[in-house]
């Protein structure tokens, strides 16, 4: 076969080849796509992705199905979904605990938080309020303080698992009161603000976006916000340096993932409808109602969140390590 004839046949094959990749990328999504939530639905993950999930679905053109797989911490769903084919079709929402604390607290975890998926971007952060069962005998800060270590294990908390948002936050709460109480692990903190509400058990460290509605339903106690200023949505609710706790402050954040290797066509339509569905004015409501802090466009993009897992897992490892090695009567550096 002459030389032109077989640079003529290549030729044609990189044109078919470039049209069929392009007829992919105009394609995607062809069907819907699945949006993993490793907590139980309820929660406060579980509410930021139906929100933002309902409006993405409308960007991208097809349904947004939202999927629960609870245990082990939210390590459970993650693990899955970052396993999931990295055709843009399974996505999932982490958080600070699924990526940023699991590491320390999992020695075998199964994924990697800082390489093992596709930065699609920040959906909320979400400020923490240590929050109490409507009887219990404390009706500010400083008495539930006062009462928690007077009474250690006989108090207990609620929390989603090893390694969540709770679980972790609530550490850093106890180990800078030096209390222990007793710890009941539940499948989302949705079940467990059943519980609080229920009275069945007595407080937790949670996600304002769970909170809020019972909050201003007076069905529990909010004794204290851990962020520097009040939140607008609930303004009566104190913030920790007001009600004696100045050095417990912490948020979450809530973020789309998808899985390593996922094609460029889908993580830019990602990352585009997520972009839209935190610039609709309706989903900005809902989640502003309940209390999130939606990101500003340069903290949306996937290079922001790539960068704020690896600065979270390198945060919390030391403090998750000596808050461990206190609770076992152990020296911490
Ligand atoms: C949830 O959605 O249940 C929470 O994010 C769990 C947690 O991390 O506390």
């Known amino acids: 076969m002459s030389r032109r004839r077989m640079l003529r046949m290549a030729g044609a094959a990189a044109l078919a080849l470039a049209a069929q990749i392009h007829a992919a990328s105009a394609a995607w999504p062809e ?14 993950t579980d509410i930021i992705a139906r929100i933002v999930g309902e409006h ?27 396993q999931a084919k990295p055709d843009g079709y399974t996505i999932m929402m982490g958080h600070m605990g699924t990526h940023g604390a699991a590491p320390a607290l999992y020695p075998n975890l199964k994924y990697n938080p800082a390489k093992d998926f596709t930065p699609i971007g920040l959906a909320a952060g979400t400020p923490i309020l240590i929050v109490a069962k409507k009887a219990f005998p404390a009706d500010d800060l ?7 270590k007077a009474n250690g294990d006989k108090v207990s908390e609620a929390h989603a698992g090893v390694g969540s948002v709770s679980h972790t936050t ?12 007793a710890r ?21 460290c949670d996600q304002i976006v769970n909170l809020v509605p019972q909050i201003q339903g ?16 609930l303004p009566n609710v104190p913030t ?34 997520l972009d839209k569905a935190l610039d609709d004015e309706g989903t900005r409501k809902r989640l502003l109602d309940l209390g ?3 990101p500003d466009k340069t903290g949306r993009t996937p290079a922001a969140l790539q960068k704020l897992v690896e600065s979270e897992v390198a945060r919390w490892m030391p403090v998750l390590k000596d808050a461990a090695a206190a609770a076992q009567g152990q020296p911490t550096k």
């Open 31 to 44: 069907k819907s796509v699945t949006l993993v939530v490793p907590f139980a639905a309820g929660g406060p």
């Open 56 to 82: 993405m679905a409308r960007t991208l053109g097809q349904s947004v199905v939202i999927e629960n797989v609870a245990g082990a911490g939210g390590t459970t769903g993650i693990t899955r979904a970052s």
């Open 142 to 148: 400083k008495g539930f303080i006062a009462y928690l």
């Open 170 to 181: 609530c550490t850093l709460l106890q180990s800078q009161l030096g209390s222990k109480t």
């Open 184 to 204: 009941v692990a539940y499948r989302g903190t949705g079940p467990a603000l059943n519980d609080l509400v229920a009275g069945q058990v007595d407080f937790g």
């Open 218 to 233: 007076g069905n529990i106690k909010a004794l204290a916000i851990a962020t520097p200023e009040r939140s607008p949505a």
């Open 240 to 273: 920790t340096k007001e009600a004696g706790l100045p050095e417990y402050q912490v948020s979450a954040w809530n973020a789309v993932f998808a899985p390593k290797d996922t094609p460029k066509e889908a993580v830019d339509k990602l990352v585009g409808a």
């Open 292 to 294: 999130s802090v939606i």
